[in-house]
């Protein structure tokens, strides 16, 4: 992951730092996985967590899909973190 953070000072030329201005950029980085989701066993009726964490600038978004269609309802829970959990 490409993570550049530049700062630039101007600075006024008095001694005190209090009115002096900075420049901030960040530069975008692609899209990538930091933990891809991996096969899993499990026990019939028993509750599944699914980890998948992602990485890039901006952030991005994460989706959980069955083929092509969206997870949805009661039993599939997406976490802030990316996670799925999968509730029997």
């Known amino acids: 992951m490409l993570n550049l953070n530049m700062n630039k000072k101007y600075d006024d030329d008095d001694d005190d730092d209090d009115d002096d201005i900075y420049c901030l950029f960040l530069v975008a980085a692609p899209p990538g996985f930091a933990s891809a989701p ?42 802030d973190s990316g996670d799925l959990e999968i509730r029997v």
Do not use: I
Request: aromatic content about 4%; some cysteine.
């Open 38 to 79: 991996e096969d899993k066993k499990v026990v019939v009726g028993d509750d599944v967590t699914m980890t998948c964490r992602v990485h890039g600038v901006p952030k991005p978004q994460l989706r959980w899909k069955h083929g092509t269609t969206p997870l949805a309802g009661d039993r599939f829970v997406v976490h």
